[in-house]
């Protein structure tokens, strides 16, 4: 349905027109804020999956501890995954309040002065990716949790008989073995990160200057403000192919570096 739609003009009053490939050629010929859009989501993409990686991975690595109370820790962890991402995105605008924000406030503590995070386009997005790698952490963490509690204990064993040390341990043992896990969350932490869409609304509205316009955004823009039916599904399929070429290539690239059992 939405493939068709991708070839008409439709603003949902008037009888749909037949419009061929234009949808498609205005995207990348006539549309000049279509390429700062595509920019804007893979710097989202860029900043998001690794700092969201590392900080999931270092979080289960701690939560995978046998210490007391590690139970509640690893709720906690968790909660802002389940919680409503509307509420989380009005906390956070308050968090980055220039004036009575607390985490400028944090940072006036040690005399630096903090930005406008959501009103400067130098740091919107960058205030966006700090929300989400917030809100995301403990979903990974958990996958991870359960990638490093799969693996065999014997092995830890044998490797310590050979007197292997913690990080030995842990670069040739835990990493070779976790990285069918970490293949998993990085391909969905990109296939998600591309569908990013609450956040740069609620927070931004795309602003600041189009600074945290995505293409999701970008695309409900041209569907359901604009009423351009058809240009926005062409936006969605060109959105669905650049995720096509994106996880084809990391499926072939895993060949080299994912060790299976």
């Not at 549309?31 to 690794?50: A, E, H, Q």
């Not at 509307?86 to 930005?115: C, E, K, T």
């Not at 966006?128 to 065999?152: C, D, E, R, T």
């Not at 969350?185 to 995505?214: C, H, K, W, Y």
Request: proline fraction near 5%; hydrophobic fraction near 55%.
């Amino acid at each position: 349905m939405s493939f068709a739609l991708g070839f008409l003009e439709w603003d949902l009053l008037s009888p749909p027109k037949f419009a061929g490939l234009d949808n498609y050629s205005r995207l990348f010929t006539q549309d000049t804020l279509f390429p700062k859009v595509l920019w804007n989501t893979v710097y989202y993409t860029l900043g998001s999956v690794p700092l969201g990686f590392m900080c999931s991975l270092g979080l289960a690595l701690a939560m995978n501890q046998k210490l007391r109370g590690i139970v509640f820790f690893r709720t906690a962890f968790f909660v802002p995954v389940v919680s409503s991402g509307v509420a989380i995105a009005m906390l956070w605008i308050w968090l980055y309040h220039p004036y009575f924000g607390l985490l400028n406030g944090f940072l006036s503590l040690f005399s630096i002065r903090g930005p406008n995070w959501l009103t400067d386009p130098r740091w919107a997005m960058p205030a966006i990716i700090i929300m989400s790698v917030w809100k995301n952490v403990g979903y990974n963490m958990v996958i991870f949790l359960a990638g490093l509690q799969g693996i065999p204990q014997h092995l830890y064993e044998a490797a310590e008989i050979d007197g292997a040390g913690i990080g030995a341990r842990f670069r040739y043992v835990t990493i070779p073995m976790l990285t069918p896990t970490m293949f998993f969350v990085i391909v969905m932490s990109v296939i998600g990160s591309f569908q990013v869409f609450e956040a740069s609304l609620i927070m931004t509205n795309g602003g600041p200057a189009d600074a945290t316009r995505t293409l999701v955004l970008y695309i409900y823009n041209n569907a359901f403000q604009y009423f351009k039916m058809g240009y926005g599904a062409a936006m969605a399929w060109v959105m669905f192919a650049i995720l096509f070429v994106a996880t084809a290539v990391q499926m072939r690239l895993q060949r080299e570096w994912v060790e299976y059992e």
